[in-house]
């Protein structure tokens, strides 16, 4: 599919075109179909040991409530100003100091929180608290009421992800402020995995949040224990991997951001793999390197990476990994897009 050769009669014909927003598909179908996809996103590390003073600096200028939300946005690089770590995600690190309040408010964008520092933070989603703990994934679905509180005695700061860019491109995006500061709570904490989160499941009932899995938080406590019993089998590529899902159909537990988490004992290293998603890798524990086409990134405990889609990338552990990831993978399903390619 290369274009054809240039001449004055065709460029001066382009140019005419041009005045009656009309175009030339044969100049550009090489760039809208490639013979692979081109991608944009960047690798990046962000260091927790940078993020940490750099947020919590950001807390001596300014309320959570002042803020509405006190985040600082993970920008790639590849994407200047437009909020997005990946070509599909929004990323950011957002802090809650000891008594604070991050306002109820709800929006259509999905979110998640991953947490990397907490002593008794919680969130409130549809009129129940939870608790948030290191490690633990946090699910905010879509048009949800939330609001954030800290009843501890020291920051919390955890990653949020959102399905914003996806949003934009879909121009679906929108939101709205509570009356109150904070949501009613209703229903006691833990409610939402008492009911859904032990392999049982109401018999009657509307799934109370469409496609979003009803279980809001996702325990650590519980996940890595899971991930190391897994780790007995390892895949060469996945090393010991498990995905958050949904109970009503044990599918991915959100409808746009698929979340999983990844175990890498120590001194192992994955077989190069690439994939159409883009990835966003949060160190739950551990230290280690991972290879990304050419880039070589060492990362330590709560640093974020990118992995962008379609270029080879391999993990190694040099001290047990715990890797919580999120990914547009669940849509890439959806539409029949997703490709996995790995080596031998
Ligand atoms: C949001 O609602 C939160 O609820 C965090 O904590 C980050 C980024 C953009 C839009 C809404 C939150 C957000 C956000």
Redesign the pocket.
């Known amino acids: 599919m290369s274009a054809a050769p240039k001449t004055n009669a065709r460029e001066e014909f382009y140019s005419r075109l041009d005045t009656r927003s009309l175009a030339p598909l044969w100049e550009r179908l090489k760039g809208l179909v490639p013979p692979e996809p081109q991608p944009k996103t960047k690798p990046f590390l962000w260091k927790w040991d940078d993020m940490r003073p750099m947020v919590l600096e950001a807390g001596g200028l300014l309320t959570a409530e002042e803020a509405e ?1 006190r ?1 600082l946005v993970l920008e790639n690089p590849a994407f200047p100003g437009m ?1 997005r770590a990946t070509n599909t995600l ?1 990323a ?1 690190v ?1 802090l809650i100091m000891p008594g604070e309040v ?1 306002p109820a ?1 709800r ?1 259509t ?1 999905s ?1 998640l ?1 991953f947490i990397l520092e907490s002593d008794g933070a919680y969130t409130a989603v549809g009129g129940e608290r939870t608790t948030m703990r290191q490690g633990d994934f946090v699910i ?1 679905p879509a048009w949800a009421w ?1 609001d ?1 509180g800290n009843h501890g005695q020291g920051p919390a700061i955890w990653m ?1 992800v ?1 399905d ?1 860019p996806l949003g934009q491109f879909l121009d679906t995006g929108f ?1 709205e402020h509570h009356n109150d500061k904070e949501q009613s709570v209703g229903r006691p904490e833990d409610d939402a995995l008492w009911r859904f989160g032990t392999g049982l499941m109401p018999m009657e009932g509307e799934r109370p949040y469409g496609q979003t899995s009803p279980v809001f938080n996702y325990p650590y406590a519980r996940t890595r224990p899971a991930l190391v019993a897994a780790a007995k089998e390892l895949d060469p590529h996945w090393a010991a991997t498990l995905r958050f899902n949904n109970p009503y159909d044990g599918g991915w537990a959100m409808p746009t951001i698929a979340t999983w988490m990844t175990h890498v004992p120590s001194g192992v290293r994955t077989q190069p793999m690439r994939t159409t998603d883009s990835t966003i890798v949060a160190v739950a524990e551990g230290r280690g390197s991972v290879t990304i086409g050419d880039t070589r990134m060492t990362f330590g405990p709560r640093d974020i990476v990118i992995l962008p889609n379609w270029t080879w990338r391999s993990f190694e552990a040099s001290e047990d990994l715990f890797l919580f990831c999120a990914s547009d993978r669940v849509v890439h399903e959806k539409l029949g897009l997703y490709r996995q390619e790995k080596s031998a």
């Open positions: 939300r985040v909020s929004y950011g957002q991050a408010h929006h964008q979110a929180r905010t939330h954030h949020d959102l914003l939101g």
